[in-house]
Nanobody
């Protein structure tokens, strides 16, 4: 069964860092686009960053630029989200998602474009 698995969430103080990992179960995802989404309580799921699994074509939403970095390691079939200078408003469940033939930033932001989702990992940032 093809799946994605996130890890690395936890509780951190404001200003701290976490690194999330998204591991793929097979190499099929090496031709996919991977995005990190997050969903806070009572809010819609929103995209944070997207990357081609081979490491190219990186996009970020404006409110995390300069604080978060997305990267990939093909040898490990894993995509990472390095989160620095965390703020309490970054508190959410973070999901990775993968899909194919997603080319524009508009499409990368759409949850409906992704066919594969991880189970999510909780990130909590205390004041």
């Amino acid at each position: 069964q093809v799946n994605l698995a996130e890890s690395g969430g936890g509780l951190v103080q404001a200003g701290g860092s976490l690194r999330l990992s998204c591991a793929a179960s097979e190499r099929t995802f090496r031709s996919s686009t991977v995005a990190w989404f997050r969903q806070a309580p009572g809010k819609e799921r929103e995209v944070v960053a997207a990357i081609n699994w081979n490491g190219g074509n990186v996009d970020y939403v404006d409110f995390i630029k300069g604080r978060f970095t997305v990267s990939s390691d093909n040898a490990k079939d894993t995509v990472y989200l390095q989160m620095d200078s965390l703020k309490p408003e970054d508190t959410a469940v973070y999901y990775c998602a993968a899909g194919f033939s997603i080319y524009t930033w508009t499409n990368r932001r759409a949850t409906t474009k992704y066919d594969y989702w991880g189970q999510g990992t909780q990130v909590t940032v205390s004041p």
